[in-house]
């Protein structure tokens, strides 16, 4: 049976995101917070309520989907687009938020890439 790469890299999140938690939220040592939205404003709204509670810290993924119905509208005032949709609200001075902030992105793999690689 065949895996598709997006179900095992998604396998491979959820791995990740259990070991955290037990890690490191179940010891209270950080918090985890995962909320659902399903358009652009809601996503605006659920971030606003996140800040609330003051997290020195707040790590986001900036996808390669750029069309993402959860960020629909956010790319329209943009002016960092290296940190993504979500990276740069959280930056804007609108949001107001003077904690940290670590935008991560996952290489690609590029034909080029491959002659770097070790055997």
């Known amino acids: 049976m065949a895996i598709s790469t997006a179900g ?3 396998e491979i999140d959820n791995a990740f995101v259990d070991t955290f938690y037990n ?3 179940a010891q209270g040592q950080a918090s985890l917070v995962e909320k659902h939205v399903s ?7 659920s971030i606003r309520e996140i800040l609330e509670e ?3 810290l707040v790590i986001v ?4 989907r750029r069309n993402c119905p959860l960020t629909t509208g956010l790319s ?7 940190l993504g ?3 740069d609200l959280l930056a804007s001075p609108e949001m107001n938020f003077n904690g940290s902030l670590l935008v991560i992105q996952r290489h690609r793999h ?4 491959e002659d770097f690689i070790a055997p």
């Open 61 to 64: 993924g900036k996808g390669g």
């Open 76 to 82: 329209d005032w943009e002016e960092c687009p290296e």
């Open 54 to 56: 003051m997290y020195s």
């Open 23 to 25: 890690r490191y939220v």
């Open 39 to 45: 358009n652009g404003a809601e996503t605006v709204a």
């Open 8 to 10: 095992a890299e998604n």
């Open 85 to 87: 949709s979500v990276g």
């Open 110 to 113: 590029s034909e080029a890439d």
